[in-house]
C-alpha cells in the first residue's frame, strides 16, 4: 500500500485529492488542521504524532521534524542499507508528499517563515527518484489523473514535480532574505537608499515572438509570487506580443498615467514622439499624433481614459502596433479590432514606485525608479520675467514628458501639446535643433523642457530661435549665470526645478 504524506497551508482541494488516493488504496499520513479536514470527510487518516511518538510541540513550530518523517522522505530504496535502516527503526517510505507553505509574503513576520514545510519539500524533491512532490492545489488534478492510469507517477513527472519544488523554495527564501535585508524604515518614514542584498527568483510567463530582432528569443519573466498589471491586462485583438512591444508599451503606458488630466502618449524605440493633455482622449489623440505623425508610423499609443469611438476613428488609419488604455468602448473595440495586426490592450494603472534594474556584466545596476516632482513651491524663477499661469501650465506638462525622454532631452510644447522633442544626442544642442526642426514653428510663443542643465547658452538660444518664452530645467551648471542672461536676454521666462531626470 503506497503512502502519501499530506501537510498543507493552502487546504483548498486537498480533501477530493485525498480521496482519489484513498480510492486508490493509498495510505493517508497528515496533522493539525489538514488531518482535521481529512477526517472531517469521513477518510481514515493517521495522525503523524502516532508515527513520531510526539504532538506538535512548540507552539506548533515542530511537527514533522522527525527521523520517522524524514527517513521516509529520503529513503533510496535502490540501496540495501537504506532500506535495512528502514527496517530496523520501524520507518514507512512515502510514495507522495503533499505540502504548501506560509503565505510569508501576504504579511511578513517571523511567525510565517515557515521550517518544517521547506524541510518536507527538499527532501521529497532531493528523492524525486521514489517521492512525487505536490505543492499547488493546480498539480492534484493531473498527479491524480497518472496515477490513476499508470498505477504511480513516471520518474519524468518526478522529477518535473522537483524541479518545480526547489524553484518553489528558491523563490520563499529569496522573499524571507529580501525582507530581512530591506532598510529599517527612518523615523520620517522614508526608507534608506538601497537593501544591502537582493535576492531574485523569476519565472517565466510569457513567451514572446521574439526578442529585439527577429533571430533573437524572448520572454516576459517576473518575480516569484509577484504579479503585474500586465498578468491582468487584457489583449482583445492583434498578433502575439514581441519583446520591443512589450518594452516599449510598458514606457507609454508609465508615461501617460504621470498626468491626472485625459491624456494621449504616443511612443516610438522607448521614446515618446508625441504627448498631449485634452478634455478627452480623441482630442488628445490627435494633437500627439500631430506632433510627428512620421515617427508615430508603428509607434505604441498609450492613453489613461477609456477609448471611445471618436478615438478609435481617429486611430484606425494609423499603423500602430499596440494601443493601451483602461478600457475601451464596445464600439472602439469593434473599430480596433477590426486592425488584425494592431494590439489592443486594457489594462490597470501600473505601480508608481519600485526599483529599476538593468544587467551589467557580472551583476546589476540597481536604482530607485524616477519620480517627477511638480511641487512648484520647490521650484525657482530665475529669471526677470515670470511665466504666466498658462505658461506655468506648458511648463509643468514638459516637464513630465522630457522626463520620459532619452537623454540628452528636450521638448517643445505649447497648450499642454508636445511640438518637437529632441531625444538621445551627445550633446544638448543637437537635441535642441532636432525639437525645433521637429516643431517648425508651430511651438513659437510656447516653451521650452530640458532633462538636464544648459552647461551653456547655445541650447537656449536655439530655443529663442524657434519663438519659445519660457523655459524649465534643473539648474546647477557654472555657467548658470551666462544661461539666465541669455533668457534675460530674449525676455524668457526660466525656472529652475532643483531635480536632473537623466534617462539612458
Given at each position: 500500500?503506497?503512502?502519501?504524506?499530506?501537510?498543507?497551508?493552502?487546504?483548498?482541494?486537498?480533501?477530493?485529492?485525498?480521496?482519489?488516493?484513498?480510492?486508490?488504496?493509498?495510505?493517508?499520513?497528515?496533522?493539525?488542521?489538514?488531518?482535521?479536514?481529512?477526517?472531517?470527510?469521513?477518510?481514515?487518516?493517521?495522525?503523524?504524532?502516532?508515527?513520531?511518538?510526539?504532538?506538535?510541540?512548540?507552539?506548533?513550530?515542530?511537527?514533522?521534524?522527525?527521523?520517522?518523517?524524514?527517513?521516509?522522505?529520503?529513503?533510496?530504496?535502490?540501496?540495501?542499507?537504506?532500506?535495512?535502516?528502514?527496517?530496523?527503526?520501524?520507518?514507512?517510505?512515502?510514495?507522495?508528499?503533499?505540502?504548501?507553505?506560509?503565505?510569508?509574503?501576504?504579511?511578513?513576520?517571523?511567525?510565517?517563515?515557515?521550517?518544517?514545510?521547506?524541510?518536507?519539500?527538499?527532501?521529497?524533491?532531493?528523492?524525486?527518484?521514489?517521492?512525487?512532490?505536490?505543492?499547488?492545489?493546480?498539480?492534484?488534478?493531473p498527479v491524480l489523473a497518472e496515477i490513476r492510469s499508470a498505477g504511480s507517477l513516471s520518474s519524468a513527472t518526478r522529477r518535473a514535480l522537483a524541479a518545480t519544488a526547489f524553484a518553489r523554495i528558491a523563490a520563499y527564501d529569496a522573499e524571507i532574505a529580501n525582507w530581512f535585508?530591506?532598510?529599517?524604515?527612518?523615523?520620517?518614514?522614508?526608507?534608506?537608499?538601497?537593501?544591502?542584498?537582493?535576492?531574485?527568483?523569476?519565472?517565466?510567463?510569457?513567451?514572446?515572438?521574439?526578442?529585439?530582432?527577429?533571430?533573437?528569443?524572448?520572454?516576459?519573466?517576473?518575480?516569484?509570487?509577484?504579479?503585474?498589471?500586465?498578468?491582468?491586462?487584457?489583449?482583445?485583438?492583434?498578433?502575439?506580443l514581441s519583446y520591443l512591444n512589450v518594452y516599449d508599451t510598458e514606457a507609454a503606458w508609465r508615461m501617460v498615467n504621470r498626468f491626472d488630466a485625459p491624456a494621449v502618449v504616443i511612443l516610438k524605440h522607448a521614446n515618446p514622439c508625441g504627448a498631449a493633455v485634452r478634455d478627452?482622449?480623441?482630442?488628445?489623440?490627435?494633437?500627439?499624433?500631430?506632433?510627428?505623425?512620421?515617427?508615430?508610423?508603428?509607434?505604441?499609443?498609450?492613453?489613461?481614459?477609456?477609448?471611445?469611438?471618436?478615438?478609435?476613428?481617429?486611430?484606425?488609419?494609423?499603423?500602430?502596433?499596440?494601443?493601451?488604455?483602461?478600457?475601451?468602448?464596445?464600439?472602439?473595440?469593434?473599430?480596433?479590432?477590426?486592425?488584425?495586426?494592431?494590439?489592443?490592450?486594457?489594462?490597470?494603472?501600473?505601480?508608481?514606485?519600485?526599483?529599476?534594474?538593468?544587467?551589467?556584466?557580472?551583476?546589476?545596476?540597481?536604482?530607485?525608479?524616477?519620480?517627477v516632482t511638480l511641487d512648484r513651491s520647490t521650484w525657482s524663477v530665475a529669471t526677470t520675467a515670470q511665466p504666466t499661469e498658462a505658461q506655468w501650465d506648458d511648463l509643468t506638462f514638459a516637464w513630465q514628458v522630457c522626463a520620459a525622454v532619452s537623454s540628452n532631452a528636450i521638448?517643445?510644447?505649447?497648450?499642454?501639446?508636445?511640438?518637437?522633442?529632441?531625444?538621445?544626442?551627445?550633446?544638448?544642442?543637437?537635441?535642441?535643433?532636432?525639437?525645433?526642426?521637429?516643431?517648425?514653428?508651430?511651438?513659437?510663443?510656447?516653451?521650452?523642457?530640458?532633462?538636464?542643465?544648459?552647461?551653456?547658452?547655445?541650447?537656449?538660444?536655439?530655443?529663442?530661435?524657434?519663438?519659445?518664452?519660457?523655459?524649465?530645467?534643473?539648474?546647477?551648471?557654472?555657467?548658470?549665470?551666462?544661461?539666465?542672461?541669455?533668457?534675460?536676454?530674449?525676455?524668457?521666462?526660466?525656472?529652475?526645478?532643483?531635480?536632473?531626470?537623466?534617462?539612458?
Amino acid at each position: 500500500m503506497p503512502t502519501a504524506l499530506l501537510s498543507v497551508f493552502d487546504k483548498s482541494g486537498v480533501v477530493d485529492f485525498a480521496t482519489g488516493l484513498h480510492d486508490l488504496g493509498w495510505r493517508l499520513i497528515s496533522s493539525g488542521g489538514t488531518a482535521k479536514a481529512i477526517a472531517d470527510a469521513g477518510l481514515p487518516v493517521t495522525d503523524l504524532a502516532e508515527l513520531t511518538g510526539y504532538p506538535a510541540i512548540l507552539g506548533h513550530r515542530v511537527v514533522t521534524l522527525h527521523p520517522v518523517i524524514h527517513g521516509g522522505l529520503l529513503a533510496d530504496l535502490d540501496q540495501p542499507e537504506h532500506l535495512a535502516d528502514l527496517e530496523r527503526y520501524g520507518i514507512e517510505p512515502f510514495a507522495l508528499a503533499v505540502v504548501n507553505l506560509y503565505p510569508f509574503s501576504s504579511d511578513p513576520s517571523i511567525d510565517l517563515i515557515d521550517i518544517g514545510g521547506p524541510t518536507l519539500i527538499r527532501a521529497a524533491a532531493k528523492n524525486h527518484a521514489h517521492v512525487g512532490v505536490v505543492m499547488d492545489p493546480v498539480q492534484y488534478a493531473p498527479v491524480l489523473a497518472e496515477i490513476r492510469s499508470a498505477g504511480s507517477l513516471s520518474s519524468a513527472t518526478r522529477r518535473a514535480l522537483a524541479a518545480t519544488a526547489f524553484a518553489r523554495i528558491a523563490a520563499y527564501d529569496a522573499e524571507i532574505a529580501n525582507w530581512f535585508a530591506a532598510p529599517a524604515p527612518t523615523s520620517d518614514g522614508v526608507a534608506e537608499p538601497l537593501p544591502a542584498t537582493m535576492h531574485l527568483s523569476l519565472e517565466l510567463v510569457q513567451p514572446l515572438r521574439y526578442g529585439e530582432n527577429p533571430h533573437q528569443q524572448g520572454a516576459r519573466y517576473r518575480r516569484s509570487g509577484a504579479t503585474s498589471w500586465w498578468d491582468t491586462a487584457v489583449q482583445h485583438g492583434g498578433k502575439a506580443l514581441s519583446y520591443l512591444n512589450v518594452y516599449d508599451t510598458e514606457a507609454a503606458w508609465r508615461m501617460v498615467n504621470r498626468f491626472d488630466a485625459p491624456a494621449v502618449v504616443i511612443l516610438k524605440h522607448a521614446n515618446p514622439c508625441g504627448a498631449a493633455v485634452r478634455d478627452t482622449v480623441a482630442e488628445a489623440y490627435v494633437l500627439a499624433n500631430a506632433c510627428d505623425p512620421v515617427s508615430a508610423f508603428g509607434g505604441i499609443v498609450a492613453a489613461n481614459r477609456e477609448v471611445d469611438a471618436d478615438m478609435a476613428t481617429a486611430l484606425a488609419p494609423v499603423f500602430t502596433e499596440v494601443v493601451v488604455a483602461p478600457s475601451f468602448t464596445p464600439e472602439a473595440l469593434a473599430i480596433l479590432t477590426a486592425k488584425k495586426n494592431m494590439r489592443v490592450l486594457s489594462a490597470s494603472a501600473p505601480p508608481t514606485s519600485g526599483l529599476d534594474v538593468r544587467a551589467i556584466d557580472g551583476g546589476l545596476l540597481v536604482q530607485h525608479a524616477d519620480t517627477v516632482t511638480l511641487d512648484r513651491s520647490t521650484w525657482s524663477v530665475a529669471t526677470t520675467a515670470q511665466p504666466t499661469e498658462a505658461q506655468w501650465d506648458d511648463l509643468t506638462f514638459a516637464w513630465q514628458v522630457c522626463a520620459a525622454v532619452s537623454s540628452n532631452a528636450i521638448v517643445f510644447a505649447k497648450d499642454r501639446q508636445a511640438f518637437g522633442i529632441g531625444a538621445g544626442q551627445q550633446n544638448r544642442v543637437d537635441s535642441a535643433r532636432i525639437a525645433q526642426d521637429r516643431s517648425a514653428g508651430r511651438a513659437a510663443g510656447g516653451v521650452c523642457a530640458s532633462d538636464a542643465f544648459f552647461p551653456f547658452p547655445d541650447g537656449l538660444e536655439v530655443a529663442a530661435a524657434a519663438g519659445i518664452t519660457a523655459v524649465i530645467q534643473p539648474g546647477g551648471s557654472v555657467n548658470d549665470h551666462l544661461v539666465i542672461a541669455a533668457a534675460d536676454e530674449h525676455g524668457m521666462a526660466m525656472v529652475f526645478t532643483g531635480e536632473r531626470h537623466f534617462r539612458h
